[in-house]
């Protein structure tokens, strides 16, 4: 494998405020709708950083950065919507830059499975038509050392995503099991290859670590630009079997956890239930009076937007949270047993081998860390996160 040794720790130039203009950081947001005037609507919410020739230079090499988590139609709010993509690359090309696609879906990836993906939700279609090469990343590793990491001090990551000039992400809006939602902060967590992703939820089960961890590795890769698209967004039971949600929004900015802030003010979360957020202020990244400096259209909550439903673990100490997981934490259930195809793909992104096929899923709930990668990936929707007897009979589901 080979290494990349970052070149500063970001970590400390935030503390330090280096290498970014003292006060909050800027956050575009424009209302907009897929289709005709998307391109326009782009260009709108990139004006105020200066336009996409001030945030990269005729040559450089970009990788964009998708949200892929497995494949899934455009309509499903689950992957990148090929259309913000395709407006992205042309607008990358157009300032002379040569940009690629990479991603790493969950759990095991051969080149089938992530070619599918890519089929199924349109991106393989745009890059075709955008003449833009998509990369894999799972076979070709690389170690991204994080100095000043809080929870890692290395990471590996598709080699690609280091060898670029810079990364520009383009994800998707959406609700988020573990960590309430997912943005700019969470989106970066695909660089780091198939099972890999899994594994790393095993040193990392509180949700405060796993946050922790999330904001090492985004801050160590330093993607140079977000864009997430909320146009269709994802409620309820994110990020892989929630509903969508048309939200008409779309956010960008150099800064995620400003942006993140900027998410959750638009779908009506408080700000530090967000367990990314909540690690960025406790470290003193994010000042939580004014997390960002906003941009273009004005950031209006969404009141009814559906969150995902909180177990009793967040609301009890982090001492207890072992003693009690069984009690407590919401654990994944199979909820339509005939919607179960028998893939096999929970089984297989389990880190812990918390399921045994037999011949449907079945949990030990002992072994079970709940990290809900196996609701993610379930292509049909036929697991779920399900509260414990005590926690329903309480009322506490939300
Ligand atoms: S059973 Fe599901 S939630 Fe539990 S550890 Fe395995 S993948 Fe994670
Ligand atoms: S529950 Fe979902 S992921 Fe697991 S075998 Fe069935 S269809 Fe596949």
Not at 294 to 307: L, Q, R, S, T
Not at 385 to 390: E, F, K, Q, R
Request: charged share 25%; aromatic share 4%; glycine share 8%.
């Amino acid at each position: 494998m080979r290494e990349r040794e970052t070149v500063a720790s970001p970590a400390a130039a935030r503390a330090a405020g280096a290498g970014r203009p003292p006060g909050p950081s800027l956050v575009s947001h424009v209302l907009a709708r897929h289709g005709a005037g998307l391109d326009k609507s782009l260009e709108r919410l990139v004006e105020p950083f200066g336009g996409w020739s001030a945030l990269v230079t005729p040559g450089e090499r970009v990788a964009v950065k998708i949200n892929l988590l497995r494949a899934a139609p455009p309509e499903k709010a689950v992957t990148t919507h090929p259309e913000t993509l395709g407006c992205v690359l042309r607008a990358l090309k157009a300032a002379g830059a040569e940009p690629f696609v990479a991603d790493s879906p969950g759990g095991p990836n051969g080149p089938a499975k992530v070619a599918r993906a890519y089929k199924i939700s349109g991106i393989a279609d745009v890059c075709a038509t955008e003449d833009v090469q998509i990369v894999d990343i799972e076979d070709d590793p690389a170690v991204l050392r994080a100095p000043e990491g809080r929870l890692y001090r290395s990471f590996p990551v598709g080699k690609a995503f280091l060898d670029a000039d810079a990364v520009v992400q383009v994800g998707v809006l959406k609700t988020h099991q573990l960590m309430r939602l997912t943005g700019g902060v969470k989106l970066t967590y695909g660089v780091i290859p198939g099972l890999a992703k899994a594994h790393l939820h095993v040193k990392a089960q509180r949700r405060a670590d796993f946050a922790d961890m999330l904001l090492d590795l985004h801050l160590a890769l330093q993607p140079r630009f977000t864009i997430i698209d909320g146009i269709v967004a994802m409620e309820g039971q994110g990020p892989g079997s929630g509903t969508p949600r048309d939200l008409g929004s779309l956010f960008a900015a150099r800064d995620c956890l400003a942006l993140d802030a900027a998410l959750a003010d638009r779908t009506a979360h408080e700000r530090d239930s967000v367990h990314t957020i909540a690690a960025s202020i406790r470290r003193g990244l994010l000042d939580p009076a004014q997390p960002y400096l906003p941009a273009g259209d004005p950031i209006e909550p969404e009141h009814d937007f559906k969150p995902v439903r909180r177990d009793m673990q967040e609301l009890l100490p982090s001492s207890l949270h072992r003693l009690a997981r069984n009690l407590i934490t919401a654990r994944p259930r199979l909820v339509d047993p005939d919607a179960c195809i028998r893939c096999n793909e929970c089984a297989a992104i389990c880190p812990t081998r918390a399921i045994a096929m037999d011949p449907l899923p079945d949990y030990d709930d002992d072994a079970c860390v709940r990290c809900y990668a196996c609701t993610e990936v379930c292509p049909t929707a036929a697991i779920d996160a399900v509260s414990p007897l005590l926690v329903r009979l309480l009322g506490r589901r939300r």
